[in-house]
Nanobody, 131 residues
Framework: QVQLVESGGGLVQAGKSLRLSCAGS????????IIWFRQAPGKGREEREA???????????LYADSLEGRFTISGDNVKNVVYLQMNNLKPEDTAVYYC?????????????????????WGRGTQVTVSS
């Protein structure tokens, strides 16, 4: 059974940092890419934005242009966990952050444009950035 569990969200002031974790089970990170999505307040599921992608098998990562280099994605294949280090947070980063995977994605999925949807999702973790 595939499961994804996010953690690490919280309330922080603008300019601060957070590190999100995505723990996967029922599959191996070595073989399947992970994408972090976020859903901003007032927006529906279909408006989730792909933020960052990692494919350890392909050795690739990708970020949304809007992040301006502030986020870093990494993976630990032994722990089967993906991290999203978020620095210099801004109020517009406020959202529920989800990690997701999809076994139909090719190993080189982390190329623009990132997929807009996935089959397996976690429940999300809330990130709130105050000004």
């Amino acid at each position: 059974q595939v499961q994804l569990v996010e953690s690490g969200g919280g309330l922080v002031q603008a300019g601060k940092s957070l590190r999100l974790s995505c723990a996967g089970s029922g599959f191996k990170l070595d073989y399947h890419a992970i994408i972090w999505f976020r859903q901003a307040p007032g927006k529906g599921r279909e408006e989730r934005e792909a933020v960052s992608c990692i494919s350890t098998r392909h050795g690739s990562t990708l970020y949304a242009d809007s992040l301006e280099g502030r986020f870093t994605i990494s993976g630990d294949n032994v722990k089967n966990v993906v991290y999203l280090q978020m620095n210099n947070l801004k109020p517009e980063d406020t959202a529920v952050y989800y990690c997701a995977t999809d076994f139909t994605w090719s190993y080189d999925v982390c190329q623009p444009p990132m997929p807009a949807w996935a089959h397996y999702w976690g429940r999300g973790t809330q990130v709130t950035v105050s000004s």
